[in-house]
């Protein structure tokens, strides 16, 4: 408990040592100006910064500290009519007391929507890899016939007389690369489906693009589309939860794949890119698919608005979401001479919140 308030304190140390500064100049008035002077109400400032960590406790704990400063100020404090000056605290308490409160309201409730999202992202995950279970079975037990394959190859060598051990012992060198693919694939499906609040990582997307494919790559060869990839390989990391900006090119390259299906086999293009430029990132995912009228562009982010008979309508919203919680923007744009671009572009000044 105690380390894991350390280490919290040291993710948000300017906005921690801003708000010491500001208590110390505030204490510091309150206490040299006249009782008459209600200083202390600027505390409420302080209050309302707080909330900005994220924390109700931290909004208490402050909220209370500012109290008790008040309270030692008039104390100090030398100059003044004393009943002018105990109004005055009792003014600035009840005024602390009021923010505090209502500071620790709307974290409350901020913190439930951040909840609700993070579930309902976790649902559309779910709802995706549950679409994907054939692609992911297919994926998982083609190295599973491999290994099978090549075990049985290497009994043989080494049946054989003379055994023929340079032989067995490339069969089970394949074994091992494949048993490796398959815990690979594994892995990534319970990293996306597993129930994690938002976190803070380095994230590089160029990495997050391709376990993303590799999850839709037998989906992408079942109907015949040519992908295409175009990763800018020096692209800096940026700060957010790997999961949740997976989600995202998950959804952006389902979309995509679904609106693939309804056009041609032999115009089937897939390409998804990732650029740095200046101070941001962007990744996007293009298609020569049925595309999408201009007037209904702006329509598409909005939650439970499908075109799909199966469709939630959930995937652009709960993406867009994503994105903005991360201090970035998504967009949509047709493509040309067909199809659509979709994409999202993230701040790299670190100031994103994950
Ligand atoms: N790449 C695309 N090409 C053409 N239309 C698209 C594309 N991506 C999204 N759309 C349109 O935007 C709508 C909303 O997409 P969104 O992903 O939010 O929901 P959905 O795919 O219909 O359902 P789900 O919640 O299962 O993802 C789609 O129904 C479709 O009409
Ligand atoms: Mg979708």
Redesign the pocket.
Same mark, same amino acid.
Not at 305 to 308: A, C, E, I, L
Not at 311 to 317: Q, T, W
């Given at each position: 408990m105690r380390r894991e308030f350390l280490k919290y304190l040291s993710e948000m140390p300017v906005l921690w040592f801003g708000i010491s500064v500001l208590v110390g100049l505030i204490f510091i008035g309150d206490t040299v100006t006249d009782l008459e002077i209600a200083f202390a109400v600027l505390y409420v400032s302080v209050i309302l910064l707080t909330v900005r960590s994220g924390r109700t406790g931290a909004i208490a704990v402050v909220g209370i500290a500012c109290a008790a400063l008040t309270i030692l100020s008039y104390f100090l404090t030398r100059h003044g009519a004393s009943q002018a000056g105990l109004i005055n605290s009792a003014l600035s308490i009840v005024a602390i007391g009021a923010t505090t409160y209502l500071a620790i309201r709307i974290e409350t409730i901020d913190a439930r929507a951040r909840e609700a999202q993070s579930e309902l992202a976790r649902m559309?995950r779910l #709802?995706i890899v549950g679409e994907l279970g054939t692609s992911i079975a297919h994926e998982v037990s083609q190295p599973i016939t491999a290994i099978t394959a090549n075990g049985n190859a290497a009994l043989r060598w080494l049946a054989a007389a003379p055994a023929d051990h340079d032989e067995a012992r490339r069969a089970i060198e394949r074994i091992v690369a494949d048993a490796g693919r398959a815990g690979d694939v594994i892995g990534r499906v319970r990293l996306l489906v597993s129930r994690s609040s938002p976190s803070r990582d380095m994230v590089d997307l160029g990495e997050a693009i391709d376990n993303v494919l590799e999850l839709v790559r037998s989906e992408i060869r079942k109907n015949q589309i040519l992908l295409r990839t175009e990763l800018a390989n020096d692209l800096p990391l940026v700060a957010g939860d790997r999961v949740q900006l997976q989600q995202v090119i998950l959804?952006f390259v #389902?979309? @995509?794949i679904? @609106?693939l299906a309804d056009v041609s086999a032999d115009v089937r293009e897939l390409l998804v890119s990732a650029a740095a430029a200046e101070s941001k990132i962007t990744v996007s995912v293009r298609?020569t =698919? *049925? =595309? *999408?009228a201009p007037a209904r562009l702006d329509r *598409?982010f909005e939650a439970f608005? +499908? +075109?799909?008979p199966n =469709?939630? &309508? #959930? =995937?652009? @919203?709960i993406s867009r979401s994503i994105i903005e919680a991360h201090g970035g923007s998504v967009y949509a744009a047709p493509n040309f001479p067909h &199809? +659509?671009v979709?994409g999202f572009t993230l701040p790299l000044d670190g100031k994103s919140r994950g």
């Open positions: 559309s #709802m959804n #389902m979309n @995509a679904e @609106a298609d =698919g *049925i =595309g *999408i *598409i608005y +499908t +075109t799909k =469709g939630m &309508g #959930m =995937g652009l @919203a &199809g +659509t979709f």
